[in-house]
């Protein structure tokens, strides 16, 4: 089975400056996908990024960008120019490409990182 | 206009009861899902339906019963509510064979039981 480990339960970041969130993953296997959910107090599981494994190119979306380890299970979050409404959890997640068995679809997460923005 | 939707957003009851929580995606989506979120924020995967057929069924007390009257919709079912019942529920969809393979979600529903 797949697991996403966050080791970070808690991470502060001043206004502006760029902050890392870490996330790891175990799978066995090599076609999947990668995601970060942002949850800001008002509980919507807001999309901040993707990733597809067989992509090497590092995905960005303005000032989220992550760094995709596929070696090493890795996909850490970096959000650059920090604002305060980046405040909030955020959960990485996995989802095999694989089509059909019982787990075909699912969304497994990470216990979630909590980022403060300090003004 | 909500993309997915559930009602009701909050619901508070008595241990015992049995209540139930509606979900409706508009994108067109094959698949729909429950997940709960415990009150330590973890997120769990109940239930999935792709074309209101059941997928997924991770182990859930059987007093939860989902139910799919069409691929629009995903309603959940609590019957006996126990106070571990207490969390946010979300539901969310995906589509089948689409280029991103993420899921939308709904703004949750909160069940409080005491």
């Known amino acids: 089975a797949q697991t996403v480990t966050q080791s970070q339960p808690e991470m502060s970041v001043q206004e502006a400056e760029t902050v890392t969130l870490s996330c790891t993953y175990d799978t066995s296997e090599s076609d999947y996908y990668l995601f970060w959910y942002k949850q800001p107090p008002s509980r919507q599981m807001i999309l901040v990024i993707r990733q597809e494994a067989y992509k090497q190119q590092n995905a960005t979306e303005n000032r989220f960008s992550v760094n995709f380890q596929k070696a090493a299970k890795s996909f850490s979050l970096k959000i650059s120019d920090s604002q305060l409404g980046d405040a909030a959890m955020y959960f990485c997640?996995?989802?095999?490409?694989?089509?059909?068995?019982?787990?075909?679809?699912?969304?497994?997460f990470g216990q979630g990182t909590i980022l403060t923005v300090h003004p | 206009d909500t993309a997915v939707s559930q009602t009701p957003k909050y619901l508070v009851t008595q241990m015992g009861n049995d209540k139930s929580i509606k979900c409706e995606q508009n994108?067109?989506?094959?698949?729909m899902y429950w997940y709960k979120q415990d009150s330590k924020k973890f997120l769990k995967i109940m239930f999935s339906?792709?074309?209101?057929?059941?997928?997924i069924n991770e182990t859930v007390p059987n007093r939860f019963s989902p139910k799919s009257p069409d691929k629009a919709h995903l309603n959940l079912h609590i019957n006996s509510l126990e106070l571990g019942d207490s969390a946010v529920y979300f539901c969310?969809?995906?589509?089948?064979?689409?280029?991103?393979?993420?899921?939308?979600f709904g703004e949750g529903s909160r069940l409080t039981v005491l």
């Open positions: 994108l067109g989506h094959d698949t």
């Open positions: 997640a996995y989802r095999s490409a694989r089509a059909g068995g019982t787990s075909y679809g699912k969304l497994t």
């Open positions: 339906y792709n074309n209101k057929e059941l997928i």
């Open positions: 969310a969809s995906r589509i089948e064979g689409g280029p991103t393979g993420e899921l939308f």
